[in-house]
């Protein structure tokens, strides 16, 4: 039976209002990243088990592949993050120290592509919340920085940033719990599953 493959995190940049504003090298670089892996069945398609097969590898993501991806971490009270035109943070996990009376999170974006195709933000949220905080920051649209306004569960987070800008956040260690489980992920449509990490107190 055809199986049905949704590729939603990535098929909004290509379809974004804004997309107008993008060059033909901003564009190809957005329609890389949304071919899909494997057999595509359309919707109503019944004979999709034979003919060609698309594939993608990992050079035309830019992501690394999971075998050869390094797990990094810091320890401490301040962390430098670093984003780009791929969906990663160059931190996967942080170590808190419990010592720490402020944590500041120094967010780079080292890639080309503007906050309206390839924006990126760190945000920092209870394991339990995550999903609804995304999906409700996905609503609250780009001038909210992909963040409900005013929304209770979220801990901390930074502005929205594009390519070749950076911001910072700095938030009481009091906001935490040593009793509870923190993700920190990247709030723009769809990015939230595969641009997330762990926050651990020490």
Not at 19 to 34: C, G, K, N, V, Y
Not at 42 to 48: A, E, K, V
Not at 49 to 73: C, I
Not at 150 to 161: F, H, W
């Amino acid at each position: 039976m055809c199986r049905y493959i949704f590729i939603t995190s990535l098929f909004v940049l290509a379809l974004s209002t804004q997309a107008e504003d993008l060059t033909s090298e901003q564009r190809s670089a957005i329609e890389s990243r949304i071919k899909p892996a494997g057999k595509v069945c359309l919707l109503g398609q019944t004979n999709c088990g034979s003919g060609s097969v698309s594939t993608v590898s990992v050079g035309d993501t830019g992501l690394q592949p999971l075998s050869e991806k390094a797990s990094s971490s810091a320890e401490g009270c301040s962390f430098d993050i670093e984003v780009g035109d791929s969906l990663q943070f160059s931190m996967e996990a942080m170590s808190v120290s419990a010592s720490c009376r402020d944590i500041t999170v120094n967010l780079r974006h080292t890639g080309n592509m503007p906050a309206s195709a390839m924006g990126h933000n760190w945000v920092l949220t209870k394991d339990s919340d995550s999903a609804e905080v995304a999906a409700d920051g996905a609503d609250a649209g780009m001038d909210n920085d992909y963040v409900k306004p005013e929304d209770a569960r979220v801990i901390a987070y930074t502005p929205l940033i594009g390519g070749g800008e950076s911001t910072s956040i700095t938030f009481s260690f009091d906001n935490l719990d040593s009793s509870s489980e923190y993700i920190f992920f990247c709030s723009f449509p769809g990015h939230s599953f595969v641009m997330r990490g762990v926050l651990k107190i020490a």
